[in-house]
């Protein structure tokens, strides 16, 4: 159980990719192997989710500069 509270301490490292390479085969293997650890790693992927759905940022279309000159250019006629 001890070692489950080192994988749990990296369960939020890892979904923000933080982990070395080392760290995250180790940590995905305890994850294949220990049940208890999964689902915590799955109530962190579901908050992980919805934080990011709450707080998405929209994005600016490609055109949105062009367009903006376009209409500076039309204003000065």
Not at 20 to 44: I, Y
Not at 51 to 65: G, I, L, M
């Amino acid at each position: 159980m001890k070692d489950c509270e080192q994988y749990q301490m990296n369960l939020s490292a890892m979904l923000d990719g933080e982990l070395s390479d080392a760290e995250l085969t180790k940590t995905v293997r305890h994850l294949a192997e220990c049940e208890s650890c999964m689902a915590e790693f799955q109530r962190f992927q579901n908050l992980q989710a919805r934080v990011d759905e709450e707080y998405a940022v929209e994005q600016v279309p490609k055109t949105a500069w062009k367009d903006i000159h376009r209409l500076e250019r039309k204003k000065r006629g």
